[in-house]
């Protein structure tokens, strides 16, 4: 997901609803799913999040249900809110979270809604099937921040899906994974205490992304956290039964992942952007899945994270930086990675952290992102050069000179 709120593909877009792609399409075609088509591209494909939210609210709310599932859900409501819960369902309450089952044999998980601090889960006909009470809410009403939708997928193998849900408070931030019927199978809680040199950071991480990674012979998650408030970045691959099979350390956060054939060699890799916090830049880093461990290497032995062994990123870049991101920022940071035929461009802000007025630059690199091609401003870029020049906090006219080489990296 860009950031701005768009989904680029039918991949995102059912990713974001937590559908198939298939169902997607369906809804678009049956229900007036809002999908936008890009000019003189067939078949690639857009949607604005704030859109899809809107039409998945108005949906529901229009949907046909019987008088017996409105009465148990509106039920259930009151078990929640009035705290008169049948025995089994005051275990789960003490647990921490709250849980009824709502559907016959056969029905499963196919998607889901909020409800206030409610996170119902539904069939494929939308009728719903389970649901979770938050301990906490500091997302939206009826939404989860970019890249953290709740998934429904089949992680154990047995064709039954699972429904993984991302707790994201202030007190706590874990994953919860619970089986179609609505029992939770496992919680995973993201970091640990790590150290440089000069400074330790305590277990208190923020979940920032959550994906399905497929490996040989089985499935898995993905899941990226963040210290709070400092930098470290916890990337962690979870099996199916919430044990930790790998994980790789970075100093700086890479908030955004995608996972897709980087490099053209037929195999996936773990996409990650952000900020490299050792050098004040924009970064993109690769992984393969089969090895995701130890820690990025730093040449600034303040910011190297000690205990871990060296990490084998097959990708590992740094961003050029500009005169307006040096004169108004700390660091700049990578929002967006594309991979083209002939090359890569990495999208980086200067603003990140926000700024009404933001700009942006593309950095192309060769398709093994070895070597950079070219760094072009977004249309926005030159109207700030110039607005600036006026203010007298810029002294230069706008050229190349505006953008400067990153060191690079040792592979």
Known sequence: MAEDGTLHSWKEISRYLGVSVRAAQTWERDHGLPVNRYPGSRGRVWASVPQLDAWRQEFIGRRPESSDTVGRVSARHRLVRGGLVVVLAACLVGAGFAWLHLGESGRVPASWRLEHDLFVVLDANLAPLWSYKAKERTHGLNEFPAGLAPLICDLD?????????????????????????????????????????KERFAQRYSIVALRVVRLPGRTCLLVVATHHPFYPCQVTLVSARGQVLSEYWHAGHLRLVDIFDLDGDGKEEIVLSGISNAYKRGTVVALDPLHVQGAAAEEDPAYQ?????????????????????????????????????????????????????????????????KHILSVEPAFEFRAMHRTLETQGILDHPFSPTCFDSPPHLAD
């Open 305 to 369: 994270l000690i205990g871990f062994p060296p990490a084998h990123e097959k990708t590992r870049v740094l961003l050029p930086r500009t005169c307006i991101g040096r004169r108004l920022r700390e660091f700049n940071k990578a929002v967006l990675v594309e991979k083209l035929p002939s090359r890569v461009v990495v999208t980086c802000t200067e603003f990140p952290g926000g700024r009404s007025e933001d700009v942006q630059t593309l950095t192309y690199f060769s398709p093994d992102m």
């Open 157 to 197: 193998g047995d064709r039954i899906p699972e429904v993984v849900y991302p707790e994201l408070g202030e007190r706590e931030s874990a994953v919860y994974c619970f089986g179609h019927d609505g029992r939770m199978r496992w919680r995973f809680v993201p970091g640990r205490a790590v150290a440089t040199r």
